[in-house]
């Protein structure tokens, strides 16, 4: 590391006894960022170009189930991380990749026109209520690039870093999410590919580029169980 980043290296706050805390606190900063965007745009949302790929995929509204999973997966991969440099890393990468998103949702508002997708009238009761429930509380904005798509598959990027047999499942988990926030016509296939671009950059930028160091109050609990993490720091 050069001498001159030091100064400039985040510090690794998070430990074993206030993960559950901060990961609370990282929520409440994160919704209010994104709903305020959704629901306050300060320009006029424009809709993007349906593409033929966009109309030859089906509107399937039980899919709605897979696309509200993505809280799950964000508690699941919160709960088997073990690994305190990497949580670090990971809640610093979540809030970067929601105020890039947030900046562009506010900068260059777009929406999915989704008055062309009703849902059907013998839809089932629960479905119904799960997914018009959906659209109530999710404007169609913010639509590019997917916060859905990029913060379920960074999620799924930290176990690159620790517990590389659970990255599979994970990454497959959110490929179906992914797939879902077009199924449910909640937004272009462009959305999807400029949202697993930014959860990529986020990723190398967060958990490669960033240099990191302890804090005082920090450094007994926020030792890492891998002696990658260690040369990691003292390089």
Known sequence: MVKGMKKFALPLFLTERNKYVLGALTFLVAVPMYLLANHYPIFTPQQLPL???DKMIPF????VFVYVSEYILFVAAYLFSRDMENMN?????FLGLQT???IIFWVWPTTYPRDLFPLPDNLDWLTFTVFSNLRTVDAPTNCCPSLHVSSVYLSSFIFLDEQKGRFLFFFL???AVAISTLTTKQHYIVDVIAGLGLAVLSYYIFHKL??????SWA???TGSRSPRSAVRLES
């Open 51 to 53: 593409w033929k790929w």
């Open 60 to 63: 399937i509204p039980e899919t």
């Open 89 to 93: 890393k990971y809640i610093y990468s």
């Open 100 to 102: 890039i998103s947030v």
């Open 173 to 175: 988990w959110a490929t």
């Open 210 to 215: 960033i240099p990191y160091r302890k804090v």
């Open 219 to 221: 450094a007994k609990r």
